[in-house]
């Protein structure tokens, strides 16, 4: 009977890790059907109503950063929209001249408008559209931001840094909208302008902004005299003097379009100024009248 009894105990040790592998009371002994779903991941987004420590037309999530817009930065977003329809099924992102980058910086430029109080053309401000990078939008990004910066003159356009929100910033007078000017000539080429108080001896002022829909880069580029046509209107309107054959003895134009890839993105504004060629201003043309800029 002796040989018998490490059996009859392996045997009971069996039984006992047996009945240890079975289900406890209340399981249901599927060890995968109770972990949570994990959740899909979603590509970044960067944030609106932000500063920036600087600028780039493509975003990436490892180089993003902000700053709080009470200290120096060099740009503001202020919006984030969403591409949509054939555009977000695309492949690759919208390039230069494609209808959904036009869309993108309209809303863009709404947005700026309704936060600055103004139109942005109208002062010493520009608006740059960010893009995801390549990588990011084939892992599903579909977003672009609207950022605004603060330049140093209408000739220079490279954004500088400033402090403070730009929020409600061409609401009133401000220092920032473009007013009289001093331009400087090369021979009969303008080389820059400089910003000086109306009251001051100047020869040219800022009068408005005219949209240019339906040309290419290259077509405006070749139509300059249109350019001036649409500036002169302005200026008569400005002045409050008469749009007919006197008002080239009353003033010429300049007028500055944006970049050639702005005018791809679908930014068509151009700034007019009134140019006086043979006598120097000492006080705004706005409202002068036939009296205060005479024909000559």
């Known amino acids: 009977m002796r040989r018998w009894l490490p059996a009859l ?4 040790i069996t039984t006992m890790l047996l009945a240890g592998c079975g289900p406890a009371r209340g399981a249901d002994g599927d060890l995968t059907d109770d972990w949570p779903t994990l959740r899909v991941p979603k590509p970044f987004t960067p944030a609106t109503d932000t500063c920036l420590p600087r600028i780039t037309s493509v975003v990436q999530a490892s180089t993003y950063e902000t700053v709080d817009c009470a200290r120096s930065h060099l740009a503001e977003a202020i919006h984030v929209g969403t591409f949509t329809g054939t555009a977000a099924q695309a492949g690759t992102r919208p390039g230069p001249g494609s209808t959904a980058l036009r869309a993108a910086r309209s809303e863009c430029d709404q947005r700026a ?19 995801p990078s390549g990588p990011a939008w084939t892992g599903g990004a579909r977003w672009f931001r609207c950022d605004l910066s603060e330049t140093d003159s209408i000739d220079n356009t490279r954004p500088v840094n400033r402090v403070g929100s730009l929020r409600g910033a061409l609401i009133g007078d401000t220092p920032l909208t473009h007013g009289c000017f001093d331009p400087k000539l090369i021979g009969d080429n303008l080389n820059y302008m400089a910003p000086v108080l109306c009251t001051e ?33 302005l200026i008569a309107a400005y002045a409050a003097v008469p749009n007919n054959s006197d008002l080239p003895y009353r003033a010429g134009s300049i007028y500055y379009p944006p970049s050639q890839r702005e005018w791809e993105e679908g930014d068509r504004g151009v700034r007019c100024f009134l140019w006086s060629d043979d006598r120097k201003l000492t006080r705004s043309m706005r409202g002068a009248g036939p009296e205060g800029l005479p024909a000559i």
């Open 9 to 12: 105990a392996l045997v009971g």
């Open 201 to 233: 001896p100047h020869r040219a002022e800022f009068v408005g902004v005219y949209e240019e829909r339906d040309m290419s880069w290259g077509e405006f580029t070749r139509a300059g005299e249109q350019a001036h046509r649409r500036c002169m209107t």
């Open 113 to 131: 408008r309704e936060v600055l109080g103004g139109d942005w053309h109208t002062a010493r401000l520009t608006l740059t559209l960010s893009l």
